[in-house]
């Protein structure tokens, strides 16, 4: 058979007539993009999952399980998000390939419900000298256009340009990472995506600033660096283009919403309600 293309998310929700889920089974021992994209469907469910419930600091937890009649499990949210990691790693554990997502799967996956990221940002400003390549260019798989539609539906902006005239020259990718470089033949942006939330330990020196109406963090220079993360993703940016392509650049991604934003105390509102909704499904 061909790759698994539209049948991704069917061959993830168990979904597949039987004979076609064998197929798909065979094929992934062979395909790599095929076992990504799988990898990568199976991140997006998860980061659905726990998009329904956010993290509640262990204080809260632990006041609110002080309550006299809240019959709430008094236990962290980072075991019990681990219980269910293993119970689901277990679960995929079918198959050989199976088996190897499940592994290549478990080690990004998070510890305490994110994962925090510290984009290695030496090596990104060294593969845009042209000194080397990051190692996601080195040994991920290449992104076709095909391949690059789908992860953008799925989640992981693939453009074919950003701010206008800089258009999409190599993609790469590997299990967690998603490297694209764009250009014009003047000014270059390389551009990163990682699953999880930036570390702060990671942007000690870079300045906060507001880009596009966004607040991210910088390293002005040759090249300038940008980054943030938004809806599960961490983003760098790498380039030596002006500040009016890097705006436009940024208006072209998720971004985060700046903390002046008058939307957001409704946001904090809709946390909390969301928040309450899990303690009710906890009792
Ligand atoms: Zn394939």
């Given at each position: 058979?061909?790759?698994?293309?539209?049948?991704?998310?069917?061959?993830?929700?168990?979904?597949?007539?039987?004979?076609?889920?064998?197929?798909?089974?065979?094929?992934?021992?062979?395909?790599?993009?095929?076992?990504?994209?799988?990898?990568?469907?199976?991140?997006?469910?998860?980061?659905?999952?726990?998009?329904?419930?956010?993290?509640?600091?262990?204080?809260?937890?632990?006041?609110?399980?002080?309550?006299?009649?809240?019959?709430?499990?008094?236990?962290?949210?980072?075991?019990?998000?681990?219980?269910?990691?293993?119970?689901?790693?277990?679960?995929?554990?079918?198959?050989s390939c199976v088996a190897l997502l499940?592994?290549?799967?478990?080690?990004?996956?998070?510890?305490?419900?994110?994962?925090?990221?510290?984009?290695?940002?030496?090596?990104?400003?060294?593969?845009?000298?042209?000194?080397?390549?990051?190692?996601?260019?080195?040994?991920?798989?290449?992104?076709?256009?095909?391949?690059?539609?789908?992860?953008?539906?799925?989640?992981?902006?693939?453009?074919?340009?950003?701010?206008?005239?800089?258009?999409?020259?190599?993609?790469?990718?590997?299990?967690?990472?998603?490297?694209?470089?764009?250009?014009?033949?003047?000014?270059?942006?390389?551009?990163?995506?990682?699953?999880?939330?930036?570390?702060?330990?990671?942007?000690?020196?870079?300045?906060?600033?507001?880009?596009?109406?966004?607040?991210?963090?910088?390293?002005?220079?040759?090249?300038?660096?940008?980054?943030?993360?938004?809806?599960?993703?961490?983003?760098?940016?790498?380039?030596?283009?002006?500040?009016?392509?890097?705006?436009?650049?940024?208006?072209?991604?998720?971004?985060?919403?700046?903390?002046?934003?008058?939307?957001?105390?409704?946001?904090?509102?809709?946390?909390?309600?969301?928040?309450?909704?899990?303690?009710?499904?906890?009792?």
């Amino acid at each position: 058979m061909g790759h698994l293309d539209d049948d991704v998310a069917a061959y993830v929700d168990g979904q597949l007539p039987e004979s076609a889920a064998l197929a798909a089974r065979r094929h992934l021992e062979v395909c790599e993009p095929c076992r990504w994209a799988v990898a990568q469907q199976e991140a997006l469910k998860e980061r659905m999952r726990q998009a329904g419930g956010p993290a509640v600091p262990h204080t809260l937890m632990a006041s609110l399980a002080q309550l006299p009649d809240a019959r709430i499990e008094h236990e962290p949210w980072s075991s019990r998000l681990r219980r269910s990691r293993t119970a689901r790693v277990s679960v995929g554990v079918l198959g050989s390939c199976v088996a190897l997502l499940a592994v290549a799967f478990a080690l990004g996956a998070p510890d305490d419900g994110v994962d925090e990221v510290s984009p290695p940002f030496e090596a990104y400003v060294a593969a845009f000298a042209g000194a080397s390549a990051t190692p996601v260019l080195a040994t991920g798989s290449p992104i076709d256009d095909v391949q690059a539609e789908r992860l953008t539906a799925e989640g992981w902006p693939c453009h074919h340009t950003l701010a206008g005239d800089l258009r999409r020259e190599h993609g790469s990718q590997d299990a967690s990472t998603v490297a694209l470089s764009y250009g014009n033949g003047t000014h270059r942006l390389d551009l990163y995506e990682q699953q999880g939330a930036l570390s702060e330990a990671a942007v000690r020196g870079f300045t906060r600033t507001t880009v596009a109406g966004s607040p991210v963090w910088m390293s002005a220079g040759r090249p300038t660096i940008l980054t943030w993360d938004a809806d599960g993703l961490v983003y760098t940016v790498v380039t030596d283009a002006g500040t009016d392509r890097i705006g436009r650049t940024l208006a072209e991604l998720p971004t985060p919403v700046a903390t002046d934003d008058p939307s957001v105390p409704e946001r904090v509102g809709d946390g909390f309600a969301r928040m309450a909704g899990w303690l009710s499904d906890a009792a």
